[in-house]
């Protein structure tokens, strides 16, 4: 009995794939990710970029004090800027006021957010005291600290008197280096906050197990805290100190709230100096020659900041 051969399979030949849509649906599918975000860019445009295009050609103009531009002059106000008595003083000052209130808030706030992320009673109450000082205003915030500082009616002296520990009110910025100390102080205030929040969202991200095999392995809390918690929250650390230089090199409310950068210029940064130049002594060109050389510093600052932080990880 002859066996039949079983049979081939019949070939299918395949189609080659249909091509869904129109080619008018296929531009669209490209461009509609451009039309969402075309409002964000034209804002930006329009309140970002236009100001600063503007600020650079009044720099490098003769502007009269009514603001009109008169006339392109180079870098004469960049030149008058440099050589006047005052700017080194603001420069300095303007350097230490940032690092001041960005690292030690930046400390202060991690230890913060530390304490704020372990389970205690009142903690949600804890939490909501934190937020009052970010809530609220910054010109409240000084006209408070100058009223506490005050060596008449200062509520500080006040408290120190009732208590005995002192004999008589202390005058509290006999100097101004003093009452520059006194904004710094301000300053770290305000922002302990905001850096608490940033850090305690890094925090609540990390997975308990990580903490669970570190303590099976033996790890202290000075171990957990080096080779686990710092590294995860990193980008949340990275993210509050870019945001602290820009925040707080720009701060304009406390200082001048205070002391309007008085007693000559002892007390002002360049945001408070350039304020002056530009409504005070109708010196507009210099004054934003002045925010001109704060944006290059500002941004070599920050620039370099991310840089270091991201090659570090990147190397970790």
Known sequence: MNKTAPSKPALVKKSAPQQSGS??????????????????????????????LSVFQM??????????IK????IDNFAKVIKSPAFGLVLKNTLVWTIAVVVLSTVLGFVLALV????????????AIV??????TLVIQASAWNFIINKD????????????????????????DAYFAWEIA????VTVPFVTFCVLSGLQSIDTTYYEAATVDGANYWQKLFKITLPLVKSSLTVSTVLNIIYVFNS????????KGDPANYTDTLVTYLYKLAFYNGKQGEAAAVSVIGFIILLICASAYMIYTLRKGDDA
């Open 23 to 52: 080619p008018a649906r296929k531009v669209l599918r490209k461009v509609e990710p451009y039309v969402w975000i075309a409002p964000s860019v034209i804002l930006m445009a329009v309140f970002i970029l236009v100001p600063i």
């Open 59 to 68: 720099s490098m103009s003769d502007v009269s004090k009514a603001g009109k």
């Open 71 to 74: 006339g392109f002059n180079g």
């Open 116 to 127: 704020l992320n372990n389970n205690f009673k009142g903690r949600k109450i804890a939490r």
């Open 131 to 136: 937020v009052f000082p970010w809530a609220t």
């Open 153 to 176: 009616y200062g509520t500080l002296n006040t408290l120190l008197l009732r208590l005995r520990l002192i004999s008589s009110p202390v005058n509290w910025t006999p100097t101004p």
């Open 186 to 189: 301000c300053g770290i205030f």
């Open 252 to 259: 304009f409310p406390i200082i001048w709230t205070m002391t």
